[in-house]
């Protein structure tokens, strides 16, 4: 995401600026539908707002928040997206740290569209939250303000599902590299810092599960679905080698079961980088080859979409049939959470 776009989107129309005209014109444009009004003041032209990603709508909201109250600091999800780390969904809330002792919670909307069709084009609210520590680090990011990775990444334990706080904990991990989120000070004391002993809990099991080998939120979001109800962890990306030819290197491997697993996600099907000229059905073709090898080599192959990882039982379901055995769930975490409504 190009925050520095983000960031020259928003126009501010306030203290006599003529950027947009008079304020007869900015009001003009406005009633037309030809701009958006995020805060008093604070504009984005339309074909900007209803042209950019949720993601990219959430930054536009974060940059005018910034401008109209200086200061704003940026936590959990929010300040995660704003520094580049992939999330599983898109934040439903700009989490804002509320230091001065004012009303949590979320906040009254100050947006306004005069277009029709636009209700995919919503954003938002803003949700003040009391800071768990007593001094948070932060950092400035595109000219705003933001906890640290290891501030946020607690926070977001403490607060969201499992899945989306480890496919963010796994996209950290990625980009640290080296040793591991479990055993890096910062990390540690950030999730220690937190003042009840269920959201401390929740997020050492985050460190604890955290790996940079997973390479999508999906792959993730499975992940943190299999440990959490109860099953082996498996390897990730093992490759499979015969008689010194490489083979393939599954998601998932569970070795003394002779099981491998698979996440399918359609980009590995339909992004010409991943599927080079041969395209989609070259792709699938491919696929279907490399899973008759490995199965003539003994191996069972699974395999699960979108719809099946975004559903714990049917997910649970389909690794007994495969003859995965299934423990105890994990206590204190939270395999999906349901939106809050606004």
Same mark, same amino acid.
Request: proline residues 6%; charged residues 25%; hydrophobic residues 45%.
């Given at each position: 995401?190009?925050l520095?776009r983000?960031? /020259?989107?928003v126009?501010?129309t306030?203290g006599?600026?003529?950027?947009l005209g008079?304020?007869?014109?900015?009001?003009?444009?406005?009633?037309?539908?030809?701009?958006v009004?995020?805060?008093p003041?604070l504009?984005?032209?339309?074909g900007t707002?209803?042209?950019?990603?949720s993601?990219e709508r959430?930054?536009?909201?974060?940059f005018?928040?910034?401008?109209?109250?200086?200061?704003t600091?940026f936590?959990?999800?929010t300040?995660?997206?704003l520094q580049?780390f992939?999330?599983?969904l898109?934040? $439903?809330?700009?989490d804002?740290?509320?230091?001065?002792?004012?009303?949590?919670?979320?906040?009254?909307?100050?947006?306004?569209l005069?277009? /029709?069709?636009t209700?995919?084009?919503?954003?938002?609210p803003v949700?003040?939250?009391?800071?768990?520590?007593?001094?948070?680090?932060?950092?400035?990011v595109?000219?705003i303000?933001?906890?640290d990775?290891?501030?946020?990444?607690?926070d977001?334990? =403490?607060?969201?599902? &499992?899945?989306?706080?480890?496919?963010?904990?796994?996209?950290?991990?990625?980009?640290?590299?080296?040793v591991p989120?479990?055993q890096?000070?910062? &990390?540690?004391a950030?999730?220690e810092?937190?003042?009840?002993?269920l959201?401390?809990?929740?997020?050492? =099991?985050?460190?604890?599960?955290?790996s940079?080998?997973?390479?999508?939120?999906g792959?993730?979001?499975?992940?943190?679905?299999?440990?959490?109800s109860?099953f082996?962890?498996? *390897?990730?990306?093992?490759e499979?080698?015969d008689?010194g030819r &490489?083979?393939?290197?599954?998601?998932?491997t569970?070795k003394?079961w002779?099981?491998?697993?698979?996440?399918?996600?359609?980009?590995?099907?339909?992004?010409p980088?991943?599927t080079?000229a041969?395209? =989609? =059905?070259? /792709?699938i073709?491919a696929e279907?080859?490399?899973?008759?090898?490995?199965?003539s080599?003994?191996?069972?192959?699974?395999?699960? *979409?979108?719809?099946?990882?975004? $559903?714990p039982?049917?997910l649970?379901a389909?690794?007994?049939?495969?003859?995965l055995?299934q423990?105890?769930?994990? /206590?204190d975490?939270?395999?999906w959470?349901?939106?809050?409504h606004?």
């Amino acid at each position: 995401m190009d925050l520095e776009r983000m960031a /020259a989107s928003v126009i501010d129309t306030r203290g006599g600026s003529r950027v947009l005209g008079s304020r007869n014109q900015v009001e003009r444009a406005f009633e037309r539908g030809d701009l958006v009004r995020l805060r008093p003041g604070l504009y984005v032209r339309s074909g900007t707002w209803i042209g950019a990603s949720s993601r990219e709508r959430l930054a536009l909201q974060a940059f005018a928040l910034h401008r109209s109250i200086p200061g704003t600091v940026f936590l959990g999800e929010t300040a995660l997206l704003l520094q580049g780390f992939d999330t599983l969904l898109c934040p $439903t809330t700009v989490d804002v740290l509320d230091a001065g002792g004012g009303r949590a919670g979320a906040r009254a909307e100050t947006y306004a569209l005069k277009r /029709a069709g636009t209700e995919e084009a919503l954003p938002v609210p803003v949700r003040g939250r009391r800071p768990c520590w007593p001094t948070a680090q932060t950092k400035e990011v595109g000219g705003i303000t933001v906890v640290d990775v290891p501030v946020a990444l607690a926070d977001v334990a =403490a607060h969201l599902s &499992f899945p989306r706080a480890l496919a963010v904990a796994d996209a950290i991990a990625r980009r640290y590299g080296g040793v591991p989120l479990a055993q890096r000070p910062e &990390f540690i004391a950030a999730g220690e810092g937190l003042p009840y002993g269920l959201w401390r809990r929740r997020a050492r =099991a985050v460190l604890e599960h955290s790996s940079p080998l997973s390479e999508s939120v999906g792959e993730s979001m499975s992940r943190a679905v299999i440990v959490a109800s109860g099953f082996e962890a498996p *390897e990730l990306q093992a490759e499979v080698w015969d008689a010194g030819r &490489f083979v393939a290197r599954p998601d998932y491997t569970w070795k003394r079961w002779g099981l491998l697993g698979e996440f399918d996600g359609l980009i590995k099907y339909t992004d010409p980088a991943l599927t080079g000229a041969a395209g =989609a =059905a070259g /792709a699938i073709s491919a696929e279907r080859a490399r899973q008759r090898r490995l199965e003539s080599l003994g191996w069972t192959v699974i395999r699960w *979409e979108w719809k099946v990882a975004a $559903t714990p039982d049917a997910l649970a379901a389909v690794l007994r049939r495969a003859g995965l055995r299934q423990g105890e769930p994990l /206590a204190d975490l939270v395999l999906w959470r349901p939106p809050r409504h606004h």
